[in-house]
């Protein structure tokens, strides 16, 4: 017995999509990665009462997220915004004065 081509067409089409939906990120894998992120442009800042943005991500062709990391304390340092490079996984920042952003929840 022959199947139609439209259901093995059909078939394929369900496995890919099923092969694509299973290589997603997981929460916890993203959960990782902003960790990551967060640590790295902390870090990179200088600041000592840093005080993270939410992270801002781009198209993955880019290969990078940006994140802007203010000082808690009032008159401290000049906010700095900080560019994560994915594949390198690397911070690097430059100061941003008179920018603002909200904390991270």
Known sequence: MRLPAVTISLGLAIAALSASV??????DAWAEFDARVTKACV????IRNARPSP???FDDRV????????DRKRGGSAPKLC????RARKAFVDEAADWSAPPQR
Do not use: Q
């Open 63 to 70: 290969g990078t997220v940006a994140m802007l990391v203010s």
């Open 83 to 86: 560019l994560y490079d994915k």
């Open 55 to 57: 992270i801002v991500g």
């Open 22 to 27: 299973a290589s997603a990120s997981s929460p």
């Open 43 to 46: 870090a990179a800042s200088g």
